[in-house]
């Protein structure tokens, strides 16, 4: 069964930096893509960032050129480095895979726990 644990999450003040970790265990990655999710308090869960087999990746607007996220094959770990952190940024912070469905598209499966940041003023 693949799990997928969040950890890094946190507290920190408006221009600070989080690193988010996501082990992964049992999921290769050798196709499809993962990401992270966040939700805040309120809204709808929102893509933050994807990076996909071949090493594309991609950020929402809304952090582009602050988060970036990476993955190291070794440890089969996925993360987020968060820069330059905003109020806005607070929310619950999920790590995410993909798996291939029977109709050969790829498609977010499996999720994490999910990891808490807050950022204040």
């Known amino acids: 069964q693949v799990q997928l644990v969040e950890s890094g999450g946190g507290s920190v003040q408006a221009g600070g930096s989080l690193k988010l970790s996501c082990a992964i265990s049992?999921?290769?990655?050798?196709?499809?893509?993962m990401g992270w999710y966040r939700q805040a308090p309120g809204k709808e869960r929102e893509l933050v960032s994807v990076?996909?087999?071949?090493?594309?990746?991609t950020y929402a607007e809304s952090v582009k050129g602050r988060f970036t996220i990476s993955h190291d094959n070794a440890k089969n770990t996925l993360y987020l480095q968060m820069n330059s952190l905003k109020t806005e940024d607070t929310a619950v912070y999920y790590c995410?895979?993909?798996?291939?469905?029977?109709?050969?598209?790829?498609?977010?499966?499996?999720w994490g726990q999910g990891t808490q940041v807050t950022v204040s003023s």
């Open positions: 995410a895979a993909q798996r291939i469905y029977s109709n050969g598209g790829c498609y977010f499966h499996y």
């Open positions: 049992r999921y290769m990655f050798s196709r499809c893509s």
């Open positions: 990076v996909s087999s071949a090493g594309t990746t």
